[in-house]
Every structure is written in C-alpha cells, then in structure tokens.
C-alpha cells in the first residue's frame, strides 16, 4: 500500500516542461544540472553561463521569467567566454574557436565523419570499419559476432 501511495503522489506533481536550445528541460530542477542535459554544454560550460550573466545556478528553471531564458539562450548562441572552454577550437573550416550545441553539434560530428572517410585518413577508415579510432586495444574489446558462453547456451 505504501507503494501504491507514493506513486499515486509522483502522479499528481506538477512536472513542467520548459524548451531550452530545443530540448525540453524539467522546471523544478536547478539551472545548473539542467543546462548540461542539453547536448553540447558541460559542467563548466553550464558554470561559465550561470557566472557571466550573474545567475543563481541552483534556483529552479520554473522561477526564471521568459526573457531570462531567451538571454540564456542567445548566451548560448554566441558565448563571450574564453576559448578553451569553448567545444570547437580552431575549426576546421575558417579556424575561429566556436561552441554549437543540439542538432548543429550533431550535424557537424557527421560531418567530420564523413570528411574523413572520404580523404581516406586513418581515423575514417576505422570509422567506416567499426574500430576504434583513438588507439584502444582490440584484443579483448570490440568484438563482433561472438556467440554466447557454454554456460548461458545450456540456459
């Protein structure tokens, strides 16, 4: 019965969603732990956001007003933060130092993907292989198409 009476409670909260950067973010939760949720910001990222604009990192997201949260995100955007902090030093394509995040962080690691397996380098022929590509040891790991133990055949 206490089960049952715990999770009748976990139904009734309210549970708001609020979209960040396209990603939908619970509002109890604090700023700081949501934010790296979202696919290109980490911890220190999340930190280095919450110092420059003189937020409190551990309020809850449902307590921000809208124009808070678009200045977030503008933030986000276009960050005036050093560049190592940054997830994309030195770019390939016009060398700036840049941080994407979400689907154009996504896009641009197929991108590179594929750039390498069409130049043929080392690392995209590992890629296109299945490998690992930094180095580890295949000895152990990275098997294909092992078949199951003795011991889980006979189950």
Known sequence: ???EKKYAAKENEDKILIRILGKDVRGDKELFTE????????WTFANA??????INKHQKIQDFSDEEIIKIEEFVKNPS????????QK???????????????RLRRE???KRLKKIKS????RHGAGLPVRGQRTKSNFRKNR???VAARKK
Request: charged share 30%.
């Open 49 to 54: 956001v919450c110092k420059v604009l003189k």
């Open 111 to 113: 991108f590179d993907i």
């Open 122 to 125: 080392y690392k995209g022929i």
């Open 35 to 42: 934010l790296t949720r979202i696919s290109g910001i980490s």
């Open 1 to 3: 019965m206490a089960n």
């Open 81 to 88: 933060i050093p560049g190592f902090l940054k997830n994309r």
């Open 147 to 149: 078949k199951p133990s």
């Open 91 to 105: 770019d390939f394509e016009d060398g700036e130092d840049k941080h994407l995040s979400s689907v154009d962080l």
